[in-house]
């Protein structure tokens, strides 16, 4: 398995089935990781980073549909990251809620496991065809899939830690993120990012006492300004 593999994170309260998707998943290369509540969902989300999530609808406690709606409402992260929900559930209705619910695709149990297979390449495909060229803000190019920074075609050096805030707050250009959730993102705790934030602005800005696209929202966040 190559260490740029897909990261999937599988969320279903069956045991039996979770193990048996995280070991068809691997054998197929991808990386997977496995949560068996929506409270271990967000807790793994969290402290990693995933391409896509296969999603059970039918869970003890909060379900997959409500985890689903809190994701794509939630400034985190996480937010645009492709969801296959799986589940029991296969009437026409229940398609469709799924999809109001934000999910990208509705698979429904039982299922070929070549066509879970086929579904994950196709939903990768477009995620990575939407996020290749990556986002611009004036003469900078940050691209999402490497978490690399360009200035005219050079590359700016960033540590860790910027990378991480920099693609989260890239990844939903112009919505205002707050301290916690770029905490929770960077693994940085409180006034930490406001520290990496000025570090940032002095790569990114020409000016970053008053700077132009990554700028503070009072009461709120941080907010990034592309082109």
Avoid: C
């Avoid at 998943?25 to 409270?39: F, H, M, P, W």
């Avoid at 039918?58 to 709606?69: F, R």
């Avoid at 066509?115 to 990556?134: F, N």
Wanted: charged letters at 30%; a negative charge.
């Amino acid at each position: 398995m190559h260490d740029n593999a897909a990261h999937i994170l599988v969320v279903d309260d069956d045991a039996r089935l979770a193990a048996l998707l995280k070991q068809f998943l691997s054998d197929n290369g991808y990386r997977v990781s496995v949560a068996e509540t929506a409270d271990d969902a967000r807790k793994k989300m969290a402290g990693l980073a995933f391409d896509l999530m296969v999603l059970d609808r039918m869970m003890p406690g909060e379900d997959g549909l409500s985890l689903a709606k809190s994701i794509r409402a939630d400034q985190i992260a996480n937010k645009t990251k492709p969801i296959l929900m799986l589940t029991a559930m296969a009437e026409t209705g229940d398609r469709i809620d799924g999809l109001e619910a934000g999910v990208d695709d509705y698979l429904t149990k039982p299922f070929e496991p070549r066509e879970l297979l086929l579904r994950i390449e196709a939903i990768l495909r477009r995620s990575k065809k939407d996020t290749v060229e990556g986002v611009k803000f004036g003469s900078f190019k940050f691209n999402l899939i490497r978490s690399e920074l360009t200035q005219d075609g050079n590359p700016v050096a960033l540590t860790s830690s910027e990378q991480i805030l920099l693609k989260t707050l890239a990844e939903t250009p112009g919505v205002s993120i707050s301290r916690d959730n770029l905490s929770l993102s960077s693994g940085t705790q409180g006034r930490a990012v406001d520290v990496q934030i000025t570090r940032l602005r002095r790569k990114i800005e020409e000016d970053p006492k008053n700077p132009r696209y990554l700028q503070t929202v009072r009461g709120e966040g941080y907010v990034l300004w592309t082109d």
